[in-house]
């Protein structure tokens, strides 16, 4: 039996009363939660609001147990990748190699994963890679890879199109495939005729200085206070954010260094005397040891928990949005051109590649749009 691609629930790491304990993550869904309520040592943590099991080797085999067949079992919160690795360039993928799957489920070639530590791939992309290369090859469990032709390629993405998975999806799917095909096994694009996606052209969302200011003092306590600021001050992705050292704050030249950023590139951008002064009082409450967030000492804290500080500081503030960490970014590069930075220096503050990707605030800063007088009061 498959697991249905449908059910998923993810692993975290959860402290209750300084015990080691096992929490769930998943959408509501009756067949997971009677599963989740089965396993030994079941309890419900009110402070976290999430379903959690005593954490212990006995317990791990049987969620595993439990949902084989069910559900996919998302663990990458779970098994951290060590400090060493994480600071390493070369890609190790191992974990991937050596994961106890179904009999039924074919997953990646061995000369993918090489192929992707030769060219020492990210290791987000590379799991992305690995993730949409195998629901691919699944659908298609009854074809060799080589028997798999353009025609079967385009009915799966219109299978995708039905399904109305996003454009990037999509389009990581194709890049996915043409990895393999292109890449691995060294076909000359033999794949140049499938038809992309048309990418949608949404404006970035933003919020004012006084929704930011508000969402900033209703943070909650300094550590959450210093992430809400740090992402909009300083312009930071999530995983930049979540993977910054207590060395990379340099209060002497008011820099952040942030290190293999997208595209493995490094760069620096603003470091404010505000957030640096709540970053010190963070600091002497906190006393992180090796990451600026953790949430162990030494492992960074998780991309999830980032998420809900941003909504819940948002909900506080009485903002009426879906507010996410990334319209922080985009509300800091607004307010940066609206203030009449040039646009090269923003580019380089957000680790664009190209001013093309950030030519797009120029579409929703509105500093341009108060010189403007409206025809209509000329009318009176």
């Avoid at 949902?67 to 994480?86: D, E, H, L, M, Q």
């Avoid at 000369?111 to 987000?124: D, G």
């Avoid at 996410?324 to 923003?346: C, K, N, Q, V, W």
Wanted: glycine letters at 2%; aromatic letters at 12%; one cysteine or more.
């Amino acid at each position: 039996m498959k697991p249905s691609i449908s059910r998923r629930i993810t692993l975290k790491h959860l402290l209750v009363d300084e015990n080691k304990c096992i929490a769930f993550l998943y959408y509501d869904d009756p067949v997971l939660q009677s599963l989740v309520k089965d396993l030994p040592g079941y309890a419900w943590s009110k402070e976290h609001n999430l379903p959690y099991i005593p954490n212990n080797k006995k317990n791990l085999t049987a969620v595993f147990n439990t949902f084989r067949g069910i559900a996919w079992v998302n663990t990458n919160y779970f098994f951290k990748i060590s400090p060493t690795k994480a600071d390493t360039i070369s890609l190790d993928l191992d974990y991937y190699r050596n994961r106890k799957l179904p009999k039924e489920y074919r997953s990646c070639p061995e000369s993918f994963y090489k192929k992707l530590e030769l060219k020492k791939y990210a290791l987000n992309t590379a799991k992305t890679y690995i993730s949409c290369f195998e629901h691919f090859i699944n659908h298609y469990d009854h074809l060799a890879l080589e028997q798999i032709n353009e025609e079967d390629i385009r009915d799966y993405l219109s299978k995708l199109h039905k399904d109305d998975r996003s454009y990037s999806y999509i389009n990581t799917m194709i890049n996915a495939i043409k990895f393999y095909y292109e890449v691995v096994l060294d076909m000359p694009h033999r794949f140049y005729e499938i038809e992309r996606p048309r990418r949608r052209s949404n404006l970035p969302k933003v919020l004012n200085k006084q929704e930011i200011k508000a969402m900033i003092d209703h943070a909650g306590n300094k550590k959450h206070t210093c992430i809400v600021a740090l992402l909009y001050a300083s312009g930071l992705r999530r995983g930049e954010l979540l993977q910054l050292k207590l060395q990379d704050i340099d209060s002497q030249r008011m820099v952040i260094r942030v290190n293999n950023a997208k595209g493995n590139k490094d760069r620096f951008t603003l470091l404010s005397p505000v957030v640096l002064k709540q970053l010190r009082a963070y600091y002497l409450e906190w006393r992180p040891k090796r990451y600026l967030f953790e949430g162990f000492p030494g492992v960074p804290y998780s991309s999830t928990s980032v998420g809900k500080i941003v909504k819940k500081a948002a909900l506080r503030a009485r903002i009426n949005k879906k507010v996410t960490p990334h319209m922080l970014r985009h509300s800091f590069a607004t307010h940066l051109l609206e203030d009449g930075t040039d646009l090269r220096y923003i580019q380089n503050l957000l680790g664009h590649k190209s001013t093309t990707t950030t030519e797009i605030y120029t579409h929703v800063a509105t500093h341009n749009f108060k010189s403007i007088k409206n025809p209509l009061d000329s009318l009176y």
